[in-house]
């Protein structure tokens, strides 16, 4: 397999309160995200803290779909890394980002597999 | 919790190719890497890929460590995320290119939850 891969680094901003503190619910989207994508689901594991907050990763055949939701803040720090050219984390990304009801969503794609790590500039959306 | 983070993003090359395919070892490993930074582990979840490849997180109270690996390439790819000022995700970060015997590390560290997206140069080990 190929080493190249792209790597969407987001973070979402006003999201939903009460979506950010669902573990269930936010389970469900971080799975519909990956297979929107076209990715194939491996593992899913989820933890969710108290009093408030969950972390949790999807990965795929294809690496992984993470989650770090903070509250109290309406903020999610989302990562999404396909490896191959096949699967656009972007799909995911977006996907992630209406279900978490993002008013504010910031992002940058990483190349990973290449070489030396470049990074562009980030893109408001 | 302060939604304050340090993601530290590495790219391995050269490593052990025994060990890029040994998922038992990879997760003592990156277990090993969590509590050495002084996180606290969480969840942890790793997958064998055939015919080689292993894809693994260790979710920390502190946020992940992930890793993909293609042997058949030398190659890791590698993020640890740790929330708060307290721990060093490079601690963490260094321990991993230790154990994986990589002789080529190339590394960048991204703010994450601090508002836009910013990304220094990446400084090669």
């Known amino acids: 397999m190929d080493t190249m891969g792209r790597h969407v680094i987001a973070e979402m901003w006003d999201c939903n309160i009460d979506t950010l503190n669902d573990m269930g619910r936010i389970e469900q989207i971080f799975v519909n995200a990956a297979l929107k994508a076209g990715a194939e689901v491996r593992e899913v594991a989820f ?49 992630i980002s209406d279900a978490l009801e993002s008013k504010s969503c910031e992002k940058i794609e990483v190349p990973r597999g290449k070489g030396p790590v470049h990074v562009p500039k980030y893109n408001a959306l």
């Open 47 to 95: 933890h969710k803290f108290a009093p408030q907050g969950v972390s949790g990763v999807v990965i795929i055949s294809e690496s992984h779909l993470t989650i770090h939701s903070f509250p109290e803040h309406g903020y999610a720090s989302i990562d999404v890394y396909t490896c191959g050219d096949i699967i656009d984390p972007n799909v995911a990304c977006d996907f």
